[in-house]
T-cell receptor, first 110, second 114 residues
Framework: GQNIDQPTEMTATEGAIVQINCTYQTSGFNGLFWYQQHAGEAPTFLSYNVLDGLEEKGRFSSFLSRSKGYSYLLLKELQMKDSASYLCAVSSDSNYQLIWGAGTKLIIKP | DVKVTQSSRYLVKRTGEKVFLECVQD?????MFWYRQDPGLGLRLIYF???????EKGDIPEGYSVSREKKERFSLILESASTNQTSMYLC?????????????FGPGTRLTVL
C-alpha cells in the first residue's frame, strides 16, 4: 500500500529550530510537497522537492532523500505565528493526485 | 493572485438532506479536487476533475457525486447526508503554468450533519 508517516505533534520554543520528518512508501514518485495549515484555515503551499538535497526558502528549508523515502522540513528562528499543522504530501503519478500524511501539529512556546 | 472560493464556511444539515458544496476558481484552472479532512486522517480525496464534464473517483467517493458543467466551478453533492459525513471539506485546484503543480485550496466548508 501507499503510506506517509509524520509525527502527530511537536513542541518547540520561540526563536529555536525544529525539524519535522516525513517518511513515505509509494508506488511511484513525482515529487514531495510541504503545506502549512493554521487551525480552521486552508493549507498553503510551502515547498516542493523532486531531486535529492536541500531547498532553502527564507526561514524554511526542505530536504529530500529519494533512496530513503525520507524528507524533512526545517524551520529556523521560530515565531509564534509558525504554530500550525505541517502536511507532507507525495505525488506518486502523473495525474496531479497527492497522497497526504496526517499532518504534524507544531506548538510554539514563548 | 490565485483565488479559490467555496460557497459556505459553515453549514449545518439534517440527515437525509441533499447538500451542495460549491467551489469556484478564477484562474482558468483545469484540474480541480474535492477532499475531506478529519482529525488524525489527513486529507482524503473524494473526486477530482481534469476538464469540464470530466470526473474521476478518488479514494472515498461513496455517498458523494460531483458536477463540473463549467471550467471554473466544481460542485460536490451529498445525495443523502449522513452523520458520518460531518467533516471539513476542502476544494483545491492547480493553476496552469504553476512552477510545481501545487494545489491551491479554498477556505474550506465545515459541514455538520445532525
Amino acid at each position: 500500500g501507499q503510506n506517509i508517516d509524520q509525527p502527530t505533534e511537536m513542541t518547540a520554543t520561540e526563536g529555536a529550530i525544529v525539524q519535522i520528518n516525513c517518511t513515505y512508501q509509494t508506488s511511484g514518485f513525482n515529487g514531495l510537497f510541504w503545506y502549512q495549515q493554521h487551525a480552521g484555515e486552508a493549507p498553503t503551499f510551502l515547498s516542493y522537492n523532486v531531486l535529492d538535497g536541500l531547498e532553502e526558502k527564507g526561514r524554511f528549508s526542505s530536504f529530500l532523500s529519494r533512496s530513503k523515502g525520507y524528507s524533512y522540513l526545517l524551520l529556523k528562528e521560530l515565531q509564534m505565528k509558525d504554530s500550525a499543522s505541517y502536511l507532507c504530501a507525495v505525488s506518486s503519478d502523473s495525474n496531479y493526485q497527492l497522497i497526504w500524511g496526517a499532518g504534524t501539529k507544531l506548538i510554539i512556546k514563548p | 493572485d490565485v483565488k479559490v472560493t467555496q460557497s459556505s464556511r459553515y453549514l449545518v444539515k439534517r440527515t437525509g438532506e441533499k447538500v451542495f458544496l460549491e467551489c469556484v476558481q478564477d484562474m482558468d484552472h483545469e484540474n480541480m479536487f474535492w477532499y475531506r479532512q478529519d482529525p488524525g486522517l489527513g486529507l482524503r480525496l473524494i473526486y477530482f476533475s481534469y476538464d469540464v464534464k470530466m470526473k474521476e473517483k478518488g479514494d472515498i467517493p461513496e455517498g458523494y457525486s460531483v458536477s463540473r458543467e463549467k471550467k471554473e466551478r466544481f460542485s460536490l453533492i451529498l445525495e443523502s447526508a449522513s452523520t458520518n459525513q460531518t467533516s471539513m471539506y476542502l476544494c483545491a485546484s492547480i493553476a496552469p503554468g504553476s512552477s510545481y503543480n501545487e494545489q491551491f485550496f479554498g477556505p474550506g466548508t465545515r459541514l455538520t450533519v445532525l
